[in-house]
């Protein structure tokens, strides 16, 4: 499976983005499909989930901001960013689960592919 992220860039403080992730695979409708993202210095970290089913889990920290959602039909997965912060800046990635189609992993480790990461920069 190959990931390919894209849709990072700079914005100002308060505005928006969407990403996109474009998955290979013939099965991607049973991929969970995650984004996290990692600061300069700082650990990679969750930030949202979606599975099969389409359920979906935030972190606390965009809860009410960002949204994820995914096109079967396109392969993709996307992060609808809104209200964007400076601390938002990092480089996000993509990431697909292929065993459990029902689970909404949290944990790195838990993820099977990984895509290559594209930047965000909200200024302030």
């Known amino acids: 499976v190959q990931l390919q992220a894209s849709g990072g860039g700079l914005v100002q403080a308060g505005g928006s983005l969407r990403l996109s992730c474009e998955a290979s695979?013939?099965?991607?409708?049973?991929?969970?499909m995650g984004w996290f993202r990692q600061a300069p210095g700082k650990d990679r970290e969750f930030v949202a989930v979606?599975?099969?089913?389409?359920?979906?889990r935030y972190a606390d920290f965009v809860k009410g901001r960002f949204t994820i959602s995914r096109d079967n039909a396109e392969n993709t997965v996307y992060l609808q960013m809104n209200m964007l912060k400076p601390e938002d800046t990092a480089v996000y990635y993509c990431?697909?689960?292929?065993?459990?189609?029902?689970?909404?992993?949290?944990?790195?480790?838990?993820?099977?592919?990984w895509g290559q990461g594209t930047q965000v920069t909200v200024s302030s």
């Open positions: 990431a697909a689960e292929t065993r459990d189609r029902w689970a909404l992993p949290l944990l790195n480790n838990e993820y099977d592919y």
């Open positions: 695979g013939r099965t991607f409708s049973t991929y969970v």
């Open positions: 979606i599975n099969w089913s389409r359920t979906t």
